[in-house]
């Protein structure tokens, strides 16, 4: 269905350096949603956007800020919708299953672009260095 969205088939042909950068933009927006959670703004929980490859997936989860803080332990761990992260093409390991959300690792180049774009206020088009090792294609 190519109309769905955060499949392996709605991210088909983006390079891993892409898929990281993606998982870096949602993760953007996440921290500023995290910041207004922090301030007060939500009771609980609140809606996080799905961190997977595909920039056209808008999917909200729900979660304590107790539980996103969890997912940004690691400069490579990502927040993903169930079953999303098979839009990342190979280059995300699901690490832990809470139900609705899986939390993934990136991995290979995706994860290195991951680990780079941490913190970066510019995810979209900051540089970022690729180990001449991982260009090949995922196994
Ligand atoms: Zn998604």
Request: include cysteine.
């Amino acid at each position: 269905m190519s109309q769905e969205h955060g499949t392996d088939h709605s991210t088909a042909g983006l390079s891993a350096e892409q898929i990281g950068r993606n998982d870096s933009i949602f993760r953007q927006a996440n921290e500023r949603i995290d910041k207004v959670a922090e301030a007060g703004e939500f009771e609980g929980v609140a809606p996080f956007l799905c961190e997977c490859a595909d920039m056209r997936c808008h999917e909200v989860v729900f979660l304590t800020l107790a539980e996103y803080a969890e997912v940004r332990m690691g400069p490579r761990l990502f927040l993903n919708v169930t079953g999303h992260e098979a839009s990342s093409q190979g280059w995300a390991q699901v690490i832990e299953s809470h139900g609705a959300y899986v939390v993934v690792k990136k991995i290979g180049p995706a994860g290195e672009v991951a680990e780079q774009l941490e913190g970066s206020s510019d995810p979209e088009t900051a540089t970022v260095v690729i180990d001449q090792r991982y260009r090949r294609d995922p196994a």
